[in-house]
C-alpha cells in the first residue's frame, strides 16, 4: 500500500519527509519492524517505544508515526500525531481495507459473562450453519484454526490482521470480547460494531480504572460505536445507566433480565444441580430454554445470547436449539470429578462477585460442606490488597472450609498476596488453612473432604499454566485431581 493511502482519515502533521512511498507493513514492536515499513512508536506502561525507533529504522522502517517531540535524525519520513495507540488503529484498519465495515461484528462488554454468552452465541449460530468467528480469552476461532492471542482483545494491529482473515475466509459474522482495556487504548478504535452487548459491571481492573465511574465510563464507550443494536441487562445497576443514556438515541435498544421489565426476559426459572430450565419471553413469542449449566449467572449469559440472536433474526427455535446443544464450557462450574460420596468443580471466578455467585450457585446443592481452593491473581501494576480482602470476605461468607493458595502471583510476593488474603479471612473470622503450594492446596482439600462435601477450586478455570515470577508452569487443574485421586485409591 502507499504511504498516503495508508494515511487517510488520520490527522497527523508531517515532520519530514516524502509520503509517496511504499508501506510495505506496520509495526508498533521495534524487534517486529521491517522493510519498507512504518514504526508507530508507543508511549507504554513500562517502556516508551519512542526509544526503540532507531532499533525499528535499523529493521528497515521508512516511516515513523510519533507522539512526542524527538529529532530522528534518518532519513525517513516522520509524522506527529496526537495520540500513537490510536492512530496505529486508523492505519491498521487502512492496511487491511477497512475489514469491519465489510462484517456483522458483535461486540460484548462488561465484567463477567463475555467468554460465556460468546459459546452460546456460537452454537446458536452453528445452528444454522452459519459460521461465526471468535475473538476472546478462549483465543481466536476462524473455522477450524484456533490460535491464543496475547491479549483478550488484542493490539488494533493485530486484530485487524484477525478480521481481515476472517473476510478472506469468506466469514461474514464475529463476536469479539471487548476489555475495558481494549477501549482506554484505542485497540478496537476504527472497527465498526453492528451490535454492542453490556453483561455487568462489578470490581475489577481497578489497578488500570482507579474507580469504577472510570471502569464504567470505559465500558460505556463501545455504545458509542455500534450501528444496529445495543443490547443490555437491565437488572444491572450499571446497565441501567447505560440504558437512560441510550434510549433515545439509535441504535436500537434491547433490554434483558430477570428482575426488570425487559424486552427480553426469563421467568418461571427452575434451578437443578447441573442445569437450569425458564421460559424466555420475546416481542416475537415465548419458548422454554434449557442451559446445560447451574445457576442464575448462566441464566443471564444464555439470556445475553438470546437476545444477541433474536437482533440478529435467529428464530426462536434455533436459539433455543443452540443453547441446549452447549453441553459445558471449560473451566466455567465444570464437573471434573464426581462420585456418590463428592464432586469437584473447577471455575474461572477470580473476582469477588463471581466467586460469591459460583458458591451462591453451589450451595442449594451441596449436601455437605463447600470446601473452597482460592487464590488471588496478581494484576499488572496493581498492589491488590483490597481485592485480597474482599475474596477472602467472600470466601468468609459463603464457603464452609476455604483452602488459600497461590494463583498466578507473577512478579509479585506470593507471600504477601497469600497473607493479605489471610488477614482478611482472619478478620471475617472465617475457617481456613493456607497451602502455598496450588497442587498442595487441591491435594490438602481433596484429603479433608467427607462423604457429601463439593470442593470448589476457584480461579484458574480453562487455563492450562500457572505464572510464578516469569516462568509458565504447566497446570492443569482437571488432570491434577484426576491424578490425585487415582493416587488416593
Ligand atoms: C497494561 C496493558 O494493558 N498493557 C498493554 C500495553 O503494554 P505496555 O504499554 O505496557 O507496553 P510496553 O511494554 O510499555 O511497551 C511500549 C511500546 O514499546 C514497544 N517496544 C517495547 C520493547 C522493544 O524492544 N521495542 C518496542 O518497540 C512495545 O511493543 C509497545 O508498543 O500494550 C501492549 C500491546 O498492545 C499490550 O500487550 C499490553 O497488555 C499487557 C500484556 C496486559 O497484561 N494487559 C492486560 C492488563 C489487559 O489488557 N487485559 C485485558 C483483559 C482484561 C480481562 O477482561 O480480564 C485484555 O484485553 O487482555
Ligand atoms: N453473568 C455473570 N455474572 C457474574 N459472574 C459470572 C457471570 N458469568 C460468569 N461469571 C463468573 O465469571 C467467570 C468467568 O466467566 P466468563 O469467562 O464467561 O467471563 P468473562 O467476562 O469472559 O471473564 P474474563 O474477561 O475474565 O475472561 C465464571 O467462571 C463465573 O465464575
Redesign the pocket.
Known amino acids: 500500500m502507499f504511504l498516503n493511502a495508508l494515511l487517510t482519515d488520520l490527522e497527523y502533521t508531517l515532520v519530514k519527509g516524502d509520503l509517496h512511498k511504499e508501506a510495505a507493513a506496520i509495526a508498533y514492536d521495534s524487534r517486529e519492524a521491517s522493510a519498507n515499513g512504518v514504526f508507530v512508536a508507543v508511549s507504554g506502561f513500562s517502556v516508551d517505544g519512542h526509544q526503540y525507533i532507531d532499533k525499528a529504522i535499523a529493521l528497515g522502517a521508512t516511516t515513523i508515526i510519533l507522539e512526542k517531540d524527538i529529532a530522528v535524525p534518518e532519513d525517513v519520513t516522520v509524522l506527529r500525531v496526537a495520540n500513537t495507540r490510536e492512530a496505529l488503529a486508523r492505519v491498521s484498519a487502512n492496511f487491511y481495507h477497512r475489514p469491519t465495515e465489510q462484517m456483522n461484528l458483535l461486540g460484548i462488554t462488561?465484567?463477567?459473562?463475555?467468554?460465556?454468552?460468546t459459546y452460546f452465541l456460537q452454537s446458536i449460530f452453528e445452528q444454522t450453519g452459519t459460521s461465526l468467528g471468535i475473538i476472546?480469552?478462549i483465543g481466536t476461532v476462524i473455522g477450524d484454526k484456533v490460535f491464543q492471542n496475547k491479549n483478550?482483545t488484542p493490539e488494533s494491529l493485530n486484530l485487524q490482521q484477525i478480521f481481515a482473515e476472517m473476510i478472506q475466509s469468506d466469514m461474514k459474522h464475529c463476536v469479539m470480547?471487548v476489555?475495558s482495556h481494549a477501549l482506554n487504548l484505542s485497540r478496537v478504535a476504527h472497527s465498526s460494531f453492528k451490535t454492542g452487548i453490556f453483561?455487568?459491571l462489578?470490581p475489577d481492573h481497578l489497578e488500570l480504572h482507579h474507580t469504577m465511574e472510570e471502569y464504567f465510563e470505559a465500558k460505556a464507550k463501545l455504545f458509542d460505536m455500534t450501528t444496529d443494536y445495543n443490547i443490555i441487562n437491565a437488572d444491572d445497576p450499571y446497565g441501567r445507566r447505560l440504558i437512560d443514556r441510550l434510549r433515545d438515541r439509535a441504535p436500537k435498544l434491547l433490554t434483558y433480565g430477570i428482575e426488570q421489565d425487559t424486552d427480553i426476559h426469563a421467568a418461571d426459572i427452575h434451578y437443578f444441580a447441573d442445569y437450569t430450565i425458564y421460559t424466555v419471553n420475546t416481542p416475537k413469542g415465548s419458548a422454554t430454554v434449557k442451559v446445560n449449566l447451574p445457576g442464575t449467572?448462566?441464566v443471564?449469559?444464555s439470556l445475553a445470547a438470546v437476545a444477541t440472536a433474536y437482533a440478529n433474526q435467529f428464530s426462536l427455535q434455533q436459539i433455543v436449539q443452540g443453547i441446549a446443544a452447549v453441553e459445558g464450557i471449560k473451566?466455567?462450574?465444570e464437573v471434573v470429578y464426581q462420585d456418590e460420596d463428592s464432586k469437584i468443580i473447577v471455575?474461572?471466578?477470580?473476582?469477588e462477585?463471581?466467586?460469591e455467585?459460583?458458591l451462591k450457585t453451589i450451595r442449594p446443592f451441596a449436601k455437605g460442606r463447600i470446601i473452597l481452593v482460592f487464590g488471588v491473581y496478581a494484576s499488572d501494576g496493581e498492589s491488590g490488597t483490597e481485592k485480597r480482602r474482599a475474596m477472602a470476605k467472600v470466601a468468609a461468607a459463603c464457603a464452609d472450609f476455604s483452602v488459600i493458595t497461590s494463583d498466578n502471583p507473577k512478579m509479585q510476593d506470593n507471600n504477601l498476596i497469600i497473607r493479605e488474603i489471610v488477614e482478611g479471612m482472619e478478620a471475617c473470622k472465617g475457617d481456613y488453612e493456607a497451602v502455598v503450594d496450588r497442587r498442595d492446596a487441591i491435594a490438602f482439600a481433596i484429603n479433608i473432604s467427607q462423604k457429601g462435601d463439593v470442593i470448589l477450586i476457584a480461579g484458574k478455570?480453562h487455563e492450562t499454566s500457572q505464572i510464578i515470577g516469569k516462568t509458565e508452569y504447566p497446570f492443569n487443574e482437571a488432570e491434577i485431581v484426576r491424578e490425585i485421586k487415582l493416587k488416593a485409591k
Do not use: M
Open positions: 462488561g465484567t463477567n459473562g463475555k467468554t460465556s454468552t476472546g480469552t483478550t470480547e476489555s453483561t455487568n462489578t449467572i448462566y443471564y449469559n473451566g466455567r462450574l471455575d474461572f471466578a477470580h473476582t462477585d463471581s466467586l455467585k459460583a478455570g
